[in-house]
């Protein structure tokens, strides 16, 4: 049971806000400012407007933690206060963190390279300028450690990092943990803060990402002919998981039920993806297996919808694949349309949009979609919102390594409870 | 969902043995060098170390790339990819696994990663700080994260079922296994697990000092002593392990009897730095005692997480103390021999387990001379000891707090 959301995604800080953006279809794509973009191919991004000391971080957590980490502990609190769970009352060996993140704590691995290299020009770095807690940015492990202390979490913790499903894979990590019965809640979601000259340079070598940098707030556009690559972005989503009596009987608000979670691989390329959506459609197919639920039962997907042509045909043949004529009825939107791709991070941030379009019945849109690619021929949801009701909704990841994630969430009580 | 019973014949089965480390670059050599005793920690090669307060690290000496990583992924790769592709693909033949044979959806791939391709990704930092954007490669997008081996492994060997990444620092072995005993009760009929690692450049080593756990001691004999009264922390390695894990039934279907069973499995955290609560290693002992069904008096050797750090080795035989009683238990640690392998190091153990069990012997750990009297531990020193080695526990330790224990069987008559 999801009790609990924390997001900051760009274009907001906070749950509300975020969920305020995406029903108003509002981008927050726009010109990188967190570094000089001037000689990348592609220098726009998705940014978060991001105060950690307004966000309640102290001086020596800001001056510790990377960016990435920040927004995880951020999230953390937010989606604890939410879920009003009293963690001072659960023995804290119950309590555990599956944090989800493609790249880690790149930022501050970047920035103090620079230091240790001066500038780039030593191999043999100066290990007396460095940071002392420089080995928290080399392992990503961090990342969950201090989401750990921030919440006093003494179970299993662990950090999820299989790229850009990274994010779907934590959560999925942690309802199992819920239901095997090694904790009693979770703090399961994501984190990525990407937004550096290397991580730039790297998606820029292999066109991955949008070069789009006249039009920025539209540069973000799954689905349609028009699209040419990612937007680059940053954020964080924690949701907090409990067992179904358990937050029954506390009364704690429900937004939804992790029903089905399934993974495949395509062992095909890292980056590289077959049209016919195979490996994915599997995913989807094993996801509503799990959850004992007929393709037709699907309300709502929440795409990966990167805006590259490969995944938006990949994606739009694997749905068609796995429902069938379903694909065809049920709405479809990205809303990496208006927040950016931030890797690993967005896996929850979707995740998190799903709980909420469960909760509001809405539907949020695809931004920017003026054209369809005619293979994309789906219902996109295009610009706008729109009011569904829905007891089922299904998210997808795929990513570098050739991984495809699928997770189905269910209104409370829509679905039995009993599943394989 | 339905928990398999464990410590029952459900437990997976150890199938496959992989090993890319310093003490050897098969399973076989590496086996042949812990029983010998023979030491692998040297000074650095890899870079002039000269500068730096540690020099000596474990490294994996004699590893002819071209003959073990297929020349297309020489170049797209880290080290650390090389590494592990090199053990993944000995464990499967190893296991007698031909995947193309075998349903491609039931077979998965999850290893433990601390901290990806660092060496790579040093290159291209100074490509791009050298010069410009256009210097970095395409490689760099698919060769540093820390999802690099496992996708490749995935792809390599034609694996399309769950693939997962844990990282938990040291302890991520452990935990990759755990997850792998998840998948095995789901829809996966086998996993490719374990971890290596390669983080022996400069900008790596550098990041490693800041935690002050590394030796500084330049005496390879002398500079990684756990449980000894000259312990000064713990010397770096690369490398590490596979292995094929798989459900009994579908090993036993099959004819592979295997090395061993994973009987248990637990992890836990320690409490925040300034807690007045305990940490977290012996409640996760005990949570993987009895996740096992075994008791203390049932387990026959402990391979020690040894980080070598005085402070982590008292609370370490504290906890093995606590739970079995002074010197109940012969605890060892083969791990001097090669240094720590961070995600490589729990997997590594986990095989050097597994090869204990097979041959009914405990490695003995090479390097202290004078333990701790008041540790209370009945470390294996100068030589293997012949045991009946029924049940083998593994512990493992990771920056920040993780912790992990893993109970090995003896594989099913």
Same mark, same amino acid.
């Given at each position: 049971m999801v009790t609990g959301?924390?997001?900051?995604?760009?274009?907001?800080?906070?749950?509300?806000?975020?969920?305020?953006?995406?029903? *108003? +279809?509002?981008?927050a794509t726009r010109r990188i400012t967190l570094f000089d973009p001037a000689p990348f191919r592609s220098q726009v991004a998705a940014e978060v407007d991001f105060d950690p000391a307004a966000a309640g971080l102290t001086p020596q957590q800001i001056r510790r933690m990377d960016r990435a980490a920040q927004f995880a502990v951020v999230c953390a609190r937010? *989606?604890?206060?939410?879920?009003? @769970?009293?963690? %001072?009352?659960?023995?804290?060996?119950?309590?555990?963190?599956?944090?989800?993140?493609?790249?880690?704590?790149?930022?501050?691995?970047?920035?103090? #390279?620079?230091?240790?290299?001066?500038?780039?020009?030593?191999?043999? $770095?100066?290990?007396?300028?460095? $940071?002392?807690?420089?080995?928290?940015?080399?392992?990503?492990?961090?990342?969950?450690?201090?989401?750990?202390?921030a919440v006093g979490a003494e179970g299993p913790v662990s950090l999820v990092s299989t790229g850009c499903t990274s994010g779907l894979d934590s959560i999925g990590h942690g309802v199992q943990l819920i239901e095997e019965g090694s904790a009693d809640i979770v703090l399961a979601g994501a984190t990525d803060a990407p937004l550096s000259p290397i991580t730039a340079a790297c998606f820029d070598a292999i066109k991955a990402t949008t070069p789009n940098n006249a039009d920025p707030e539209h540069a973000s556009r799954p689905f349609d002919r028009d699209r040419d690559g990612f937007v680059l972005a940053e954020g964080s989503a924690v949701l907090i998981?409990?067992?179904?009596? @358990?937050?029954?009987?506390?009364?704690?608000?429900?937004?939804?039920?992790?029903?089905?979670?399934?993974?495949?691989?395509? %062992?095909?390329?890292?980056?590289?993806?077959?049209?016919? +959506?195979?490996?994915?459609?599997?995913?989807?197919?094993?996801?509503?297996?799990? %959850?004992?639920?007929?393709?037709?039962?699907?309300?709502?997907?929440?795409?990966?919808?990167?805006?590259?042509?490969?995944?938006?045909?990949?994606?739009?043949?694997?749905?068609?694949?796995?429902?069938?004529?379903? !694909? #065809?009825? $049920?709405?479809?939107?990205?809303?990496?349309?208006? $927040?950016?791709?931030?890797?690993?991070?967005?896996?929850?941030?979707?995740?998190?949009?799903? !709980?909420?379009?469960?909760?509001?019945?809405?539907?949020?849109?695809?931004?920017?979609?003026?054209?369809?690619?005619a293979e994309c021929d789906l219902d996109y949801v295009p610009v706008t919102a729109r009011d569904h009701a829905m007891d089922v909704v299904l998210s997808v990841g795929s990513g570098f390594g050739g991984f495809q994630s699928a997770m189905v969430l269910a209104r409370p009580g829509a679905v039995p409870y009993e599943r394989s | 969902m339905s928990s398999a019973t464990n410590g029952s014949s459900a437990a997976p089965v150890i199938t496959g043995l992989g090993v890319t480390a310093p003490t050897g670059l098969t399973a076989d050599e590496h086996w042949a060098a812990v029983l010998a005793g023979k030491p692998a920690i040297g000074r650095i090669t890899r870079f002039d170390p000269s500068s730096y307060p540690v020099q000596l690290a474990g490294e994996v000496a004699d590893f002819d790339t071209k003959a073990r990583v297929p020349s297309r992924l020489i170049h797209q790769t880290d080290r650390w990819t090389h590494l592990g592709l090199s053990a993944a693909a000995e464990a499967l033949e190893d296991a007698e696994v031909v995947p193309a044979e075998l349903p491609e959806?039931?077979?998965?791939?999850?290893?433990?990663?601390?901290?990806?391709?660092?060496?790579?990704?040093?290159?291209?930092?100074?490509?791009?700080?050298?010069?410009?954007?256009?210097?970095? &490669?395409?490689?760099?997008?698919i060769a540093w994260f820390y999802a690099a081996s496992t996708g490749q492994i995935s792809i390599r060997h034609g694996m399309r079922g769950p693939c997962g990444v844990l990282c938990c620092e040291q302890a991520g072995?452990?935990?990759?296994? &755990?997850?792998?005993?998840?998948?095995?009760?789901?829809?996966s009929r086998l996993v490719v697990t374990g971890g290596t690692d390669a983080s022996l450049c400069p900008y790596g080593l550098t990041a490693q000092l800041s935690t002050g756990n590394l030796s500084t001691v330049s005496d390879p004999g002398r500079a990684y002593l756990p449980f000894d009264t000259a312990a000064s922390g713990y010397v770096p390695g690369e490398g590490g392990a596979m292995l094929i894990l798989e459900r009994a039934a579908d090993a036993?279907?099959?004819?592979?009897? &295997?090395?061993? =069973?994973?009987?248990?499995?637990?992890?836990?955290?320690d409490p925040a730095p300034g807690s007045e609560r305990p940490p977290a290693? =012996?409640?996760?002992?005990?949570?993987?005692?009895?996740?096992?069904?075994?008791?203390?008096? &049932?387990?026959?050797?402990?391979?020690?997480?040894?980080?070598?750090?005085?402070?982590?080795?008292?609370?370490?035989?504290?906890?093995?103390?606590?739970?079995?009683?002074?010197?109940?238990?012969p605890v060892t640690a083969p791990k001097t021999l090669t240094g720590r392998l961070y995600g490589g190091g729990a997997a590594l153990d986990v095989a050097t387990a597994a090869l204990a069990l097979r041959d009914q012997v405990i490695p003995h750990t090479v390097g202290p001379e004078s333990p701790v009297p008041g540790y209370g531990l009945d470390l294996v020193l100068g030589e293997p000891r012949a045991a009946a080695l029924r049940t083998v526990l593994v512990l493992a330790r990771g920056h920040g707090g993780f912790n992990a224990a893993l109970v090995l069987g003896r594989p099913a008559s």
């Open positions: 959301i924390g997001v900051l995604a760009p274009g907001s800080l906070g749950r509300e806000g975020f969920w305020d953006q995406l029903s *108003a +279809g509002r981008t937010e *989606a604890l206060a939410d879920s009003g @769970a009293e963690l %001072a009352a659960l023995p804290p060996e119950r309590i555990a963190v599956s944090i989800g993140s493609a790249v880690g704590c790149t930022m501050g691995l970047e920035e103090e #390279y620079v230091t240790l290299s001066d500038g780039g020009k030593n191999w043999l $770095v100066d290990s007396s300028y460095g $940071v002392p807690h420089l080995y928290g940015y080399m392992v990503p492990s961090t990342l969950a450690v201090e989401v750990a202390h998981l409990e067992e179904k009596s @358990a937050a029954e009987a506390r009364g704690a608000r429900i937004y939804g039920e992790f029903v089905g979670f399934a993974g495949r691989s395509n %062992a095909f390329h890292m980056t590289g993806l077959k049209a016919e +959506g195979r490996e994915m459609a599997e995913a989807i197919r094993a996801a509503l297996d799990q %959850a004992k639920l007929d393709p037709t039962a699907v309300g709502y997907i929440n795409a990966h919808g990167s805006g590259t042509k490969q995944n938006d045909r990949h994606e739009t043949a694997a749905f068609k694949r796995s429902l069938g004529d379903h !694909a #065809y009825h $049920v709405p479809v939107s990205s809303i990496k349309s208006m $927040v950016g791709h931030s890797l690993g991070a967005i896996g929850s941030i979707e995740v998190a949009a799903c !709980a909420l379009a469960l909760d509001r019945q809405v539907v949020p849109p695809t931004a920017n979609l003026k054209n369809p690619d | 959806f039931e077979m998965a791939v999850v290893t433990a990663a601390s901290s990806g391709g660092t060496e790579f990704g040093q290159h291209e930092m100074e490509n791009l700080y050298q010069h410009d954007p256009s210097w970095v &490669g395409a490689y760099q997008s072995g452990l935990d990759a296994i &755990g997850q792998s005993r998840r998948l095995l009760r789901g829809s036993e279907a099959r004819g592979a009897g &295997g090395y061993a =069973r994973v009987l248990g499995y637990a992890a836990g955290f290693l =012996r409640r996760t002992l005990e949570a993987a005692l009895a996740d096992a069904g075994v008791t203390p008096a &049932g387990v026959d050797v402990v391979f020690a997480d040894a980080s070598g750090v005085p402070a982590q080795d008292a609370a370490e035989a504290a906890a093995i103390r606590a739970v079995f009683g002074p010197g109940s238990v």
